[in-house]
């Protein structure tokens, strides 16, 4: 297909498949690849495309270059505000490919699904971690929180930080962090996570990040918007009452 249509440009949505597609992708055509970008900029003079993206657990952005066309990368969900549609740009190309038995060298045995969850496509996450599972309430001291979210936004989902998952307190789909989902809603609520690198790495691109923790020199109020220092059993229904009394 990229033979064919001589793109400028080939964008792919940074999932686990496109992780495993896209190498194979840059091979085939001689080209380089930058993968999980969080930035774009077209570089003045040379129209190169240059490319940042998170390095060293999320500490810094590294800009990349890629100088010769179709430049390749995968972009990660949710880390880009939308555009609206113009009259009379893009096009839909239809291209039917011809695969041959033989190039198939992977058999799927078995499909598991965990409740259909994609983290990546919450517009709000509130997510709990290790202060949550030492809480008497646990989990559902949350309940109210991410019901009265829904009233602001379109799609609300519950998100773990490892100790949770590892406790098999909640389905390893619902972690976030550098071995779990990586996402950038509009909004993510930390309750009770410390603010490991392995963690934030996983919510670069967040529009705006709330931390609740007992411990004011958490990492996680490093890179928090907003910080509460306090026990979440009682700030989270405060906030709870708060935001329903707004709507």
């Not at 949505?13 to 001689?30: M, V």
């Not at 490991?196 to 990492?219: E, F, M, Y």
Request: proline fraction near 4%.
């Amino acid at each position: 297909m990229c033979q064919s249509a001589n793109p400028s440009a080939v964008l792919i949505g940074h999932t686990l498949n496109s992780q495993d597609l896209a190498p194979k992708l840059a091979y085939k055509i001689g080209r380089q690849v930058i993968t999980d970008c969080v930035q774009l900029a077209v570089e003045d003079g040379t129209g190169n495309l240059l490319c940042g993206k998170p390095v060293y657990g999320a500490k810094f952005i590294a800009t990349f270059r890629l100088e010769k066309r179709p430049y390749l990368l995968t972009l990660r969900s949710k880390a880009w505000e939308s555009i609206s549609p113009q009259a009379g740009k893009g096009a839909v190309i239809h291209f039917d490919p011809v695969l041959e038995e033989v190039s198939v060298k992977v058999e799927c045995l078995k499909k598991i699904r965990e409740g259909g969850i994609n983290l990546s496509k919450a517009d709000a996450i509130v997510s709990a971690g290790r202060g949550v599972q030492n809480s008497e309430g646990g989990l559902k001291q949350l309940d109210g929180l991410l019901k009265v979210l829904g009233s602001y936004f379109g799609r609300v989902e519950l998100g773990a930080s490892r100790p949770l998952v590892d406790a098999h307190l909640l389905p390893s789909s619902r972690q976030v962090g550098l071995t779990g989902e990586k996402v950038a809603p509009a909004l993510y609520i930390a309750i009770g996570i410390s603010g490991s690198l392995q963690h934030v790495t996983g919510i670069l691109g967040t529009k705006r990040i709330v931390a609740i923790n007992t411990d004011p020199k958490a990492n996680i109020f490093r890179v928090a918007d907003y910080g509460i220092v306090g026990n979440f059993e009682e700030i989270v229904p405060a906030l709870v009452k708060k935001l329903e009394e707004l709507q």
